[in-house]
């Protein structure tokens, strides 16, 4: 009976074996079991038991087995994976939408950031029924306000005229933010209604206008010169032209009764009207006159004269139109033999040498007084390396290709012309305009030393022609000086003011001594000239300029601030690529005044209508 149970138990648990497959982790638990109920069992079962164990399932048997498989056996349940995963699936996409959300709102991932979303997300519902100009913001957040209140009223305000458009810059955007703030302050209640204010913006308002008068606003042009006619030698006029003004106020105002009405998406039109000119073609006739002429005298020197001619004729007719800077290099271009410019004498290293375009200073110079009399403004004026003779030191302006240069601007309200010629060993620059000093005004300048320098150290040259011990001067040399040079104030020939417009320092030439220190004496066919090659420099610039570089000294303006000369002259590079513009046509000059300089006294004071002749010195 033992035996045919045990057979029974077998086959049961082969079945179930082969039918719930060969999990190990469940097997294992279930031959613990096993083992327990096979202690129970007599001799004859322990056999079997044995066999049972190694297939995992013999501690099954008997009524007791029976028992179990008629009422339904059930295992422990273990963790289900399934759900795990799930769960694990869903908060990996949760913490992946929070991370795309906090990229959406801004780069910005720091704590502060952070902090942000999570107050935004926290804000205060209005709990209490409130409402803005008829727009309800019960049960929405202060963000959930301001959207719902700018759909209602956009901001997209136009100004128009004449096909053309300005946007209005946002004048509510404060506004809506300040009363939100008063409505949503914590502690406080609310009223149950509000409305946008829209005053205190006249200012505001203003400036809008003003920023459509600026846009489309035109300028009305008076009569003035406008070109010169070579072949009559005269200035030719052009009529005047009217301009257009905004009528700013009218804007102002139907921008302020749009912001009153609420109508923030307004398109307003612009409305204006002609502006005439101060000065018409018939009137600007009447008052163009010669108002300042300055002129210096020239020496013998057919070259330099030739050179002083052609840059005469150059800037001779220039038309300079208001706000425009005048540049005497870019109106007279660069001197070359090409344009029939001379070799004349000009200083290199502190020797005259031969340079192409030499003595075109004097016409610069002569300018530069005639302007300054005038009462334009100097932008861009240097001194000479040396003190000039045709002029008073200080009252020079030196020019070179392509620096320095000298440059003025039309500060007035109509162009001006210049006349520029050169006759009889004489230069004359004058300013023909409207008067731009107040009448009976006039201006000068004044140069006085105050410092003489001493004549530099000598240098010496080598010359084994001498004797031993002898010398012989090559040049003198000069000494060097300081200068100041005030702004004189007349009117009605009276001096009323007397103020330092700038200081000037110039250099002394360095004397040249021969001398022979070796002791030898040679023939001069013994003899040979050792070439030497030193650096040029340019006169009015400082030492160590190289022609073509930019350099903040390069220019400079007229001021109280003393200015040192540079050390010395060079010609013009011929490499240099800058622009040149043909000589204008020459014409008949302004009247010279006679050869003798005339006095103060005789004009009235030196500031007084007239030419300033300055005699050369003696060279």
């Known amino acids: 009976m033992n035996q045919l149970e045990n057979s029974r138990s077998r086959n049961s648990s082969t079945g179930r074996s082969r039918a719930r497959g060969t999990n190990k982790g469940s097997a294992s638990g279930r031959s613990s079991a096993s083992s327990r109920s096979s202690s129970t069992r007599n001799s004859h079962g322990t ?34 994976y399934k759900i795990i995963a799930i769960a694990g699936v869903v908060l990996i996409v949760f913490i992946t939408g929070i991370s795309l959300a906090l990229k959406g709102k801004g780069s910005n991932t720091d704590i502060a950031g952070t902090e942000t979303v999570i107050e935004s997300e926290s804000e205060t519902e209005m709990q209490k029924e409130v409402q803005v100009d008829g727009i309800s913001i019960t049960g929405m957040s202060k963000s959930e306000a301001k959207a719902a209140i700018l759909k209602e009223f956009p901001w997209s305000m136009m100004v128009e005229y004449d096909s053309d458009q300005y946007k209005v810059t946002d004048l509510m955007a404060e506004k809506v933010d300040a009363l939100l703030d008063e409505i949503y302050k914590d502690g406080s209640d609310p009223q149950e209604s509000y409305t946008l204010d829209t005053s205190g913006l006249d200012e505001k308002v203003k400036a ?16 003035s010169i406008d070109k010169f006619d070579a072949a009559s030698g005269k200035f030719v006029f052009a009529g005047e032209e009217n301009g257009f003004a905004i009528d700013q106020d009218k804007l102002a105002a139907d921008i302020s009764q749009a912001l009153k009405d609420k109508k923030f ?22 008052k163009y006159k010669t108002i300042s002429s300055f002129t210096t005298n020239t020496t013998a020197n057919q070259n330099r004269n030739t050179n002083v001619r052609l840059a005469a004729e150059a800037i001779n007719g220039t038309v300079i139109k208001p706000g425009q800077e005048f540049s005497f290099n870019g109106t007279v271009g660069q001197r070359t033999e090409a344009k029939g410019y001379k070799g004349a004498a000009a200083y290199n290293n502190g020797e005259v040498v031969q340079e ?28 000479h390396t040396f003190e000039p003779s ?9 020019v070179s290709w392509d620096q320095p240069d000298f440059k003025f601007i039309n500060n007035s309200s109509t162009a001006i012309g210049l006349r520029a010629s050169y006759a009889d060993q004489k230069v004359t620059v004058s300013v023909y305009g409207i008067p731009i000093l107040e009448d009976g005004i006039t201006w000068d300048l004044d140069s006085k030393k105050v410092e003489d320098l001493g004549t530099p150290n000598p240098t010496y040259e080598e010359d084994q022609t001498l004797q031993p011990g002898a ?13 100041e040079t005030y702004k004189i104030v007349y009117k009605n020939g009276k001096e009323i003011s007397r103020e330092l417009d700038h200081k000037t320092t110039y250099k002394g030439h360095t004397p040249v001594v021969r001398r022979n220190s070796t002791g030898v004496v040679l ?26 570089e930019t350099t903040s000294a390069g220019t400079t303006v007229v001021s109280p601030n003393e200015t040192t000369a540079a050390s010395h002259t060079t010609a013009a590079p011929e490499h240099s690529t800058a622009a040149t513009t043909a000589p204008a046509a020459a014409s008949p000059a302004p009247a010279p005044t006679s050869a003798a300089a005339t006095t103060a006294a005789e004009n009235g004071g030196p500031g007084a209508t007239g030419d300033v002749v300055i005699p050369v010195k003696p060279e």
């Open 356 to 383: 192409i375009g030499g003595g075109v200073c004097q016409v610069s110079t002569t300018l530069y007084n005639a302007v300054f009399k005038a009462g334009l403004k100097i932008s861009s004026r240097r001194s």
């Open 471 to 483: 010398e012989v001067t090559k040049s003198k040399g000069s000494a060097g000086s300081r200068w």
């Open 265 to 286: 998406d307004a398109k307003i039109t612009a409305t204006g009207s002609d502006v005439a000119p101060e000065i018409s073609a018939a009137s600007a006739k009447e």
């Open 47 to 80: 056999s079997s038991g044995r066999r049972s164990t190694s297939s995992g399932y013999s501690s099954r048997s008997g009524g007791s087995h029976s028992t179990r498989r008629s009422s339904g056996y059930h295992r422990k349940k273990g963790p289900n």
């Open 390 to 398: 045709y002029v008073t030191p200080g009252r020079d302006a030196t």
């Open 208 to 223: 809008e206008a003003a920023a459509c008068g600026a846009k489309w606003d035109k300028k009305a042009k008076n009569g």
């Open 523 to 548: 023939n001069p066919s013994e003899t040979t000239t050792q070439a030497t090659t030193v650096p040029s420099a340019v006169d009015g610039m400082p030492d160590g300029y190289v022609p073509g």
